[in-house]
């Protein structure tokens, strides 16, 4: 059974830092895309960041503040999130299992469970 496990969330200042973690197990994701979502209050889920072979893509939102990357030997990848503002404020996703980088949910097989971050003003 695929799991996708997120830890690394938690409540930060405006200008803070924060990295999120993702473990996959029960498959491996070497050769498939890995990537991040995010979903606030009221809104929908939001492509966030992502990292194949290919490389790593942002959203413009994230751009220059956040940094994806991943483990390939731990099966892990990792969010992390410099200069963060309240609009940054939601539950992010891990995803994975994208044959190549996507920026819809749609894409990707697999989620984890969320992580709150919540960045206060």
């Known amino acids: 059974q695929v799991q996708l496990v997120e830890s690394g969330g938690g409540l930060v200042q405006t200008g803070g830092s924060l990295r999120l973690s993702c473990e996959a197990s029960?498959?491996?994701?070497?050769?498939?895309?890995m990537g991040w979502f995010r979903q606030a209050p009221g809104k929908g889920r939001e492509f966030v960041a992502a990292?194949?072979?290919?490389?790593?893509y942002y959203a413009d939102s994230v751009k220059g503040r956040f940094t994806i990357a991943r483990d390939n030997a731990k099966n892990t990848v990792y969010l992390q999130m410099n200069s963060l503002k309240p609009e940054d404020t939601a539950v992010y996703y891990c995803?994975?299992?994208?044959?190549?980088?996507?920026?819809?949910?749609?894409?990707?097989?697999?989620w984890g469970q969320g992580t709150q971050v919540t960045v206060s003003s």
């Open positions: 990292t194949s072979w290919s490389g790593a």
């Open positions: 995803a994975a299992g994208a044959r190549n980088i996507g920026v819809v949910a749609g894409a990707y097989d697999y």
């Open positions: 029960g498959r491996t994701f070497n050769r498939d895309a």
